[in-house]
């Protein structure tokens, strides 16, 4: 009896060291990672950390992010961004952390870093006006760092082997680069005065070219790219522009659609050019589009009016803040901020990018790319 119980202990311990093993090298690794690049729509707390005027991390924002039990953690809505519920989505152990938080270090780091900050874009000029942000460039510089902490941290082989197998490389860039840059007014410096749309725009794909190719050199295989939405409606420009909740300002959707057409040719040219890569591009503009057009069909009672800010009809240009109005159902607004969709819109985004079809995802969704 006595000799049964100790055969019994040893198998148990057994069993514990070998699961124990397993969870530490291989199994954890398979949940997957986000690297997470881009702007404010998906900024998780990176410019808390630096000097600047864009900010996110004043309540009311965050109000229904339960991870915090609805504090501000410097994202730029209510509540998840579009990145957190991929994540989610994808059964990743836990959000992709900001990649400037003290705390992001050690093994947190194989499920996902993020390197978004509001205000960057793809040109390092690119949201000046808020004296500090991460651009694109080093972003990149940054997703370089961590690499080399894989590798610390798995050892060279299993290391790429994580960055190319488990992966994925979110890219959500390029409205700042015209909301705050080329469409600033002249006096700001924005690049319109020595530039026509088509030589911007085509600066933009060339930089954004290089920044991807610099990923890919990292061993970055899985690729989602986002074109620009509809920056021409939101409550920011409706309210500046005074015009009437079904309209939309028409310069800055002409750009973006202008910048997308060309975006979608880089993404095919890179799926030839670099080798055993997939980009998948987004449609991110006729996704938000849809929700802007046929708002009532998915729940929401407008597609306009800002949920929180002040000023204008549209409450669209002042930032949300504590002294902002806030509006009374946060699930019925399509827009949290004069910029930014609440999460209520971002879960049908992020849902559509995880698992829609080809009308939005091109050659496939993210749930067919995690599993490439
Ligand atoms: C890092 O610190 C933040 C803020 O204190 C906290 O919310 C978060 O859970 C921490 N993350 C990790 C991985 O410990
Ligand atoms: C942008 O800034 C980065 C980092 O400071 C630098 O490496 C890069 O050369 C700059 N790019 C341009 C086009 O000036
Ligand atoms: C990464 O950093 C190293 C220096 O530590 C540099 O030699 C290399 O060119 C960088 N790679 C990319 C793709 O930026």
């Not at 938080?101 to 949201?127: D, R, W």
């Not at 607004?333 to 995802?361: C, R, T």
Request: aromatic share 8%; hydrophobic share 40%; glycine share 10%.
């Amino acid at each position: 009896m006595a000799f049964f119980n100790f055969l019994h202990i040893v198998a148990m311990v057994m069993s514990l060291i070998v699961s124990f093993g397993i969870s530490q090298n291989d199994e954890d690794l398979t949940k997957g990672a986000s690297f997470i690049f881009g702007d404010s729509l998906v900024d998780a707390g990176n410019n808390n950390y630096l000097p600047t005027l864009s900010r996110a991390n004043i309540a009311p924002n965050g109000i229904d992010f339960k991870a915090s039990g609805g504090s501000p953690t410097g994202r730029y809505t209510n509540g998840r961004t579009i990145g957190d519920i991929v994540g989610e989505k994808l059964g990743q152990p836990h959000y992709a952390l900001p990649f400037l938080a003290p705390n992001t270090t050690g093994k947190a780091i194989l499920h996902g870093v993020n390197y978004a900050s509001g205000g960057g874009g793809i040109m390092n000029a690119t949201g000046r006006i808020f004296v500090n942000r991460l651009s694109m460039d080093i972003q990149v510089d940054y997703f370089n760092i961590t690499r080399k902490q894989i590798d610390k941290l798995l050892g060279a082989s299993k290391a790429r082997e994580h960055v190319t197998k488990n992966s994925i490389f979110s890219i959500t860039i390029g409205s700042n680069d015209f909301l705050n840059n080329y469409l600033l007014p002249v006096i700001s410096m924005g690049a319109r005065i020595t530039q026509s749309p088509n030589a911007f725009v085509d600066d933009l794909i060339n930089h954004l070219r290089g920044q991807l190719t610099r990923l890919y050199k990292l061993d970055a295989r899985k690729f989602v790219v986002g074109n620009v939405g509809p920056i021409g409606c939101i409550p920011y420009q409706k309210t500046i522009n005074q015009l009437s909740e079904v309209e939309c300002v028409s310069l800055p959707n002409k750009l973006a659609l202008q910048y997308n057409a060309r975006l979608k040719d880089l993404v095919q040219e890179l799926n030839e050019n670099l080798k055993g890569a997939t980009f998948v591009h987004a449609n991110v503009y006729d996704l938000v589009m849809e929700l802007i057009v046929n708002y009532d069909k998915y729940g929401f009672t407008t597609s306009s009016k800002a949920c929180c800010g002040n000023g204008g009809q549209m409450a669209g240009i002042i930032p949300c803040g504590p002294t902002s109005s806030m509006c009374s159902d946060r699930s019925k607004h399509v827009f949290w901020d004069p910029y930014h969709p609440s999460e209520a819109a971002n879960l049908i985004i992020a849902g559509q990018l995880v698992d829609g079809s080809e009308k939005y995802m091109t050659p496939m969704n993210l749930r067919q790319l995690r599993d490439v």
